[in-house]
């Protein structure tokens, strides 16, 4: 087999693939020059530079993996390499320490103006005592993101000696309880702490997390480090709180575009810049391409990858039994995850009918996976998604029961927290995927891509005219609605499909109306 390293990798990788493999290194390579030749090779190995199109995929008659050198596959089109039955794998965990260490780097520069000083000092000023720093021993460091490069994190602020708080809505108690964490709200956690770091994943909920709201709240002393992702800080907001005085100093690696040249951060002196370092260490570049190496060994040795980004091959018999039921599976987690409250701690995924005599990997994957997505700081799959969830903590178990009175095969969800037990059930009919039970009440709802609206209510007249009524006066469409109750009169689930986002608002009014005990707004 033939190997083609189309990018500048550590030297480390290449030899470890050579002692497997004949491998070609060619870079800098046009599309079309790289469509040429890529039929002769069984795995590709790129970085960032080259972009595998469907093109280039198509082309690889003998392709059987792309390996990323890194942890971002934006340049490659997995769902075109997933069609060919090609594999598609990175190497997400070989920067955690470069990552890692580059932030206590930079908490270490804010507490003692290592920048300032030293830009003054070979400006031939000795200002001594402008430079008076804090010592982070007994101070708290806020750490949002408790996954990998967070968890390291915190445990080299504990040697440290500091006082840490964590904020990951699906981190286990157990798993922070290790790490010597406390779990708090974000609100508490920007209140109390002296330093914020973030190591939470870009996601829609996570976008602009530390804003003008957020930065309010803060002590005057807090420092705020970002080595995570550009934007999940507002800059702009960022920036004046730092010149008001109302955020004593911030050190930023990444930005919200990149390469970053005429930001708004770089006006303020009291703010450290530096040009997406996180992973830039020898070390993470060595491990990097060995990682990616040796998962492109095992692939070709017909052996499981640790960090295979799309789907593994299924046997074509447990294929037609379970692929229909990966999107109800998907949609089971990700609610499950959503009408969560507390921290998490298990997992238990039921089977009943016909599926439980089959062999349910790849469906449980597809529960975890709707579960973690959004939350993980590295991408969740059919490989990885069970090795994820023991990183967050969770025990995940399966319990299969073959007779199902009412259904083919029904999935049920159940997820344990600190503060109670979430179930959820589905399946899969008609072609269409089915939620039929929340937290005890049964219904009938089709995921759409849209937003629900649930409450948990005294079933009375009124109070879904009231809801009707809010809504409509806010000129959101209501697409669809059930109500399922214990009894007349007795408390009742109303699941209200909306075809807009449900301001926070709205959301705190709906809540109050009397009779109304718990209003949440869901993604299906």
């Known amino acids: 087999m033939k190997i083609l390293v189309a990018d500048p990798v550590a030297k480390g990788g290449i030899d470890l693939l050579r002692q497997h493999f004949e491998v070609d290194v060619k870079t800098g390579l046009k599309p079309e020059e790289l469509s040429a030749i890529i039929g002769e090779y069984a795995g590709l190995v790129v970085r960032s530079e080259t972009k595998v199109t469907k093109e280039i995929i198509d082309a690889g008659r003998r392709l059987q993996v792309i390996g990323r050198a890194g942890v971002g596959v934006d340049n490659i089109d997995v769902e075109a390499a997933t069609q060919r039955g090609v594999v598609v794998v990175n190497a997400p965990s ?53 996954g990998r490069i967070g968890s390291e994190v915190a445990r080299r602020a504990k040697a440290l000696e500091m006082r840490v708080l964590g904020y990951d809505p699906f981190v286990s108690q157990e798993h922070a309880n290790l790490l010597g964490v406390i779990i708090v709200s974000l609100e508490d956690l920007l209140r109390q702490s002296d330093f914020i770091t973030l190591h939470t994943p870009m996601t829609a909920a996570t976008k602009g997390i530390i804003g003008p709201k ?53 006006k303020s002196d009291k703010i450290i810049v530096t040009p997406h370092l996180g992973a830039s260490t020898h070390e993470a570049q060595i491990n990097v391409a060995v990682d990616v190496a040796e998962e492109i060994i095992a692939l070709l040795q017909g052996k499981p990858a640790r960090y295979a980004v799309n789907a593994p091959a299924i046997p074509p018999e447990t294929l037609a039994v379970v692929a229909p039921f990966l999107d109800i599976a998907h949609s089971l987690g990700s609610l499950a995850r959503q009408l969560t409250v507390g921290q998490p701690n298990a997992v238990e995924i039921r089977y009943e009918g ?45 319990h299969k029961e073959p007779i199902c009175e009412n259904y083919s095969s029904l999935i049920t969800v159940t997820v344990q927290s600190s503060k109670g037990t979430t179930t959820v059930a589905g399946t899969q009919m008609r072609n269409e995927a089915h939620i039929l039970l929340i937290n005890g009440y049964w219904l009938d709802l089709t995921p759409n891509g849209g937003y629900l609206l649930l409450t948990s209510h005294q079933d009375r007249p009124g109070i879904v005219g009231a809801v009707g009524t809010l809504l409509g006066k806010s000129n959101i469409n209501i697409s669809g609605m059930q109500v399922s109750r214990e009894k007349p009169r007795g408390q009742a689930l109303m699941a209200m499909g909306v075809d807009e986002q449900i301001p926070p608002e709205l959301l705190e009014v709906i809540r109050k109306i009397p009779g109304m005990n718990i209003t949440s707004l869901v993604k299906i």
Not at 357 to 369: F, G, K, M, P, Q
């Open 354 to 398: 016909e599926m439980a005599e089959h062999d349910t990997n790849i469906v449980r994957a597809s529960v975890l996976r709707g579960i973690l997505e959004g939350i993980s700081d590295q991408p969740v799959n059919f490989v990885n998604a069970h090795l994820v969830a023991a990183e967050h903590g969770l025990r995940v178990s399966e």
């Open 214 to 266: 957020e930065l309010a709240i803060v002590k005057p002393e807090v420092r705020i480090i970002n080595v995570a992702r550009g934007g999940l800080v507002d800059e702009e907001a960022l920036y004046k709180a730092v010149e008001e005085g109302r955020v004593a100093g911030a050190a930023i690696d990444v930005f919200s575009q990149e390469p970053a040249k005429d930001n708004v951060l770089f």
């Open 94 to 146: 070989g920067n955690t320490i470069s990552a890692c260490e580059h932030t206590i780097a930079l908490m270490m520069a804010l507490a003692r103006h290592v920048p300032q000083a030293n830009a003054k000092l070979k400006a031939n000023v000795w200002a001594r005592s402008e430079f008076v720093g804090v010592e982070v021993r007994n101070k708290t460091l806020g750490i949002v993101g408790l």
